[in-house]
């Protein structure tokens, strides 16, 4: 049995949810060692009571991930754990993370910007403008956009989000044995070519409301900020505001006329300080602080090989094909002496153009 599916066995098991299988496999040191661990020893763990480990070595459970695993090999769904290196360096750091997710299309989120954009399924001409507006002037950062791919909202900030190139990635309250809602499958094509679809949801689980719920910590997770177009005075919108604080990550509200029902979720948020007021591009940047990297780029890569010295220019050259390389190593790869590599490192840090790492490791800025 490989660890991915002992932790899908363990995925499986009713009561154990995402922190005791996490807690389980950080004391026992695997998924797969949970399995063979005596049952005794996994109630000696904090917080795991008789009710969680029960049923942990039944057959069903190996059956119902044999099953699971070839509708993934059948419809090219990957699994991603939180043990692997492409799991979601945002989504790491909540303890209620899902141990696994599921995925299908061209989703890359390593060293990327990500932000969540939710709100009412009644949409109006105001919320739609803005969140079109929104992402268009989004473009020069590269973000992923991340939503629910709902009515309303969700599924203007898709459409907007491929139309301008840039990747979007839908999060599911199902699995990918269906699609909700029927009518947004042609969509589905553009979606997996502009990013692609997730959830933490088997093939079999239930279709119920209470998922949208339980998704909703991924789409607030998984993000560095989640911004609310229109809600109302409740929703899921306003719910995955609230976790986005509880992550202690920035959320943002589209303020509204307090005429308008559909402003009145929002309006709620920047009253009671939950969230930051977002007019345009401009807030969101400020906030999250990107203008600070856009502006260095900007005057750091023009300045490359025009302001620097020949032996300069060498070490500048290596660091980009080589990130995060030892000083020995770029003195060997420049063929120009250690001491001498030394300063002229001192000196680019100066200019702020590389980062000093521990271990006598450096990087480009």
Known sequence: ??????????????????QSIKKLISVVGSAYGVLREKKSNLLKVEGIGGAKVQSINEKKHLIAVEKELRFMDVNAIKCTTYLDKDYPEYLK???????????????????????SIVGTRKISSYGKQFCNQLITDLVPFDP???????????????????????????????????????????????????????????????????????????IAGISQATIVIESADKGGSLVTAQIANSYNRDVFALPGRVTDSMSTGCNMLLKTQQA??????????????????????????PQLFLDFSIEEQEVIAFLQKNPKSHLDMIAIACNIPTYKVASLLLNLELQQVINPLPGKIFELV
């Open 1 to 18: 049995m490989t660890n991915l599916e002992a932790l899908l066995v363990l995925q499986h098991v009713p009561n154990l949810g995402d």
């Open 144 to 218: 992923v956009i991340i939503s629910g791919f709902a009515y309303g909202v969700d599924i203007t900030a898709h459409k907007a989000a491929f139309k301008n190139k840039l990747q979007t990635i839908a999060c599911l309250g199902h699995g990918f044995n269906q699609i909700y809602p029927k009518s947004h499958k042609q969509y589905m094509n553009s979606m997996e070519q502009h990013g692609g679809f997730i959830t933490d949801f088997w093939s079999d689980a239930k279709f119920v409301p209470q998922n949208f719920l339980r998704r909703n910590r991924i």
């Open 93 to 115: 750091q909540c303890t209620d993370g899902p141990v696994s997710f599921f995925s299908t299309g061209k989703i890359n989120l390593l060293n990327k910007r990500i932000i």
């Open 276 to 301: 930051h007021v977002i007019t345009s591009v401009a807030d969101l940047v400020y906030l999250l602080n990107w203008d600070a990297d856009i502006k260095k780029r900007k005057t750091i890569q």
